[in-house]
């Protein structure tokens, strides 16, 4: 099992990046998928789920309007599109295949 992210990197503020983790090893379109998050100092937080077909989106409140959550089961990723970057959202963001698999993580930092 293997959930790779990529995409993350140094942006200034208010400006945008995609973030994508590819799944292997096992059967990615049957599982619910989110996006968390882990700031330098603070507990890991839920950013946003996708259910397993698509069909059902939810994200934190701090980032609604924000933040997309997508995925595409054809090519088993999971993808965050995250505008109107702020300094807040610097943190290490990683996917996860609910309730059971991690990815390693992919750093975003927002800082002019």
């Known amino acids: 099992v293997q959930l790779a992210e990529s995409g993350g990197g140094l942006v200034q503020p208010g400006g945008s990046l995609r973030l994508s983790c590819t799944a292997s090893?096992?059967?990615?379109?049957?599982?619910?998928m989110s996006w968390y998050r882990q700031a330098p100092g603070k507990g890991r937080e839920l950013v946003a789920t996708i259910s397993a077909t698509g069909s059902s989106r939810a994200y934190a409140d701090f980032v609604k309007g924000r933040f997309t959550i997508s995925r595409d089961n054809a090519k088993n990723t999971v993808s965050l599109q995250m505008n109107s970057l702020k300094a807040d959202d610097t943190a290490v963001y990683y996917c996860k295949a609910r309730p059971t698999y991690w990815g390693q993580g992919t750093q975003v930092t927002v800082s002019s």
């Open positions: 090893g096992f059967a990615f379109s049957d599982y619910d």
